[in-house]
């Protein structure tokens, strides 16, 4: 079996390489091709069409995106369309183009409208309007999920999406800036406690609720996913053959999760909250009901995943931090 993973070096791609780096150490008849950003431009059509051409995979994991937190959306609003849109033109329509019948594509919990019911069941895409914060990017993610969908009904494919929940671990990026919220908020805690200051101030009221699911977890989601047989998959997933929501089923404050990487960090002192920074959707939670009947459940609790994705944090190199 030849796998591509397109964006092995994100966190996400990581860790599924890694679980298949374990199979193939494990005596699976596996062939893993990836291919870094330097030698293979997923927003340029010739050159993904001559190498997909060149490896013809049997099975593409598309982990590759642009992400970002909040200000990030905010600032870069025409790069988060435009290079989310074209990874997935690109990749997906290529490898039909070079035969390939299996595909995976990794989503986002923000496909879904922001005034939408409770846990956010599948079924919900498409029936309201979005959170501004993350309408570029969430509008991508959405043209990824109709990309397969179309590939499926019109050429027999079996192209399949997950939507993951925020998700967090090893090989989160920790910029001060443009990272997602609890990364953002392990490494300002961290420095808060190397500084020993007073204070740490959170963006928000600290009262919208988040989701969050463990890498590690993810990545063992999308294989049980890829893995699926194609009538089971079918059966589940119809009449469209969509996604399926990832995510652990449970939600916290905004609050409590920074109570819990201040813990994680060692940092003693107060929290304050910004209330005139944007709070973003007030909650989002993924109804995970459909993967749960397939089999599948999410496995680390999150005090324990911030705790070790801290001392991940600890033992990468000091300027590597810096420059992240």
């Not at 397109?6 to 193939?24: D, F, K, P, S």
């Not at 991940?312 to 931090?321: E, K, R, T, V």
Request: with cysteine.
């Amino acid at each position: 079996m030849k796998i591509y993973v397109a964006g092995h070096r994100g966190m996400v791609g990581g860790a599924i390489l890694r679980r298949l780096e374990a199979r193939q150490a494990a005596g699976e008849a596996l062939e893993l091709i990836t291919c870094n950003s330097a030698e293979l431009d997923l927003t340029d059509q010739a050159a993904v069409r001559d190498f997909l051409q060149t490896e013809r995979p049997d099975q593409v994991i598309l982990a590759a995106a642009k992400v970002g937190g909040i200000l990030a959306n905010n600032s870069y609003p025409a790069q988060f369309i435009y290079e989310n849109l074209m990874i997935e033109a690109n990749v997906i329509h290529q490898a039909y183009a070079a035969g390939v019948r299996k595909l995976l594509q990794l989503g986002s919990s923000c496909i879904y409208p922001r005034a939408v019911p409770q846990p956010m069941r599948e079924d919900a895409l498409l029936t309201g309007i979005l959170e501004p914060t993350n309408e570029p990017y969430a509008i991508a993610k959405i043209a990824g999920i109709k990309l397969c969908e179309s590939y499926n009904r019109q050429y027999g494919t079996d192209y399949r999406s997950v939507m993951p929940t925020n998700l967090y671990g090893p090989g989160d990026n920790f910029h001060p800036e443009n990272s997602h919220v609890l990364p953002a908020l392990m490494r300002r805690f961290h420095e808060a406690a190397q500084r020993g200051d007073e204070t740490v101030t959170v963006w928000g009221s600290g009262k919208p609720m988040r989701e969050f699911l463990h890498v590690d977890d993810m990545a063992e989601a999308s294989l049980f996913v890829l893995d699926l047989d194609a009538e089971i998959y079918q059966r589940e997933t119809e009449p469209m053959l969509s996604h399926i929501n990832v995510g652990s089923g449970t939600d916290v404050t905004i609050r409590r999760l920074a109570e819990l990487v201040a813990a994680a960090t060692g940092f003693e002192g107060k929290l304050a909250f910004d209330a005139s920074k944007p709070d973003g959707t007030l909650r989002k939670l993924m109804d995970v009901s459909r993967l749960e009947r397939l089999g599948w459940k999410a496995k680390v609790p999150l005090d324990q995943g911030i705790r070790e994705t801290y001392e991940w944090f600890l033992q990468q190199d000091s300027g590597a931090l810096r420059a992240s």
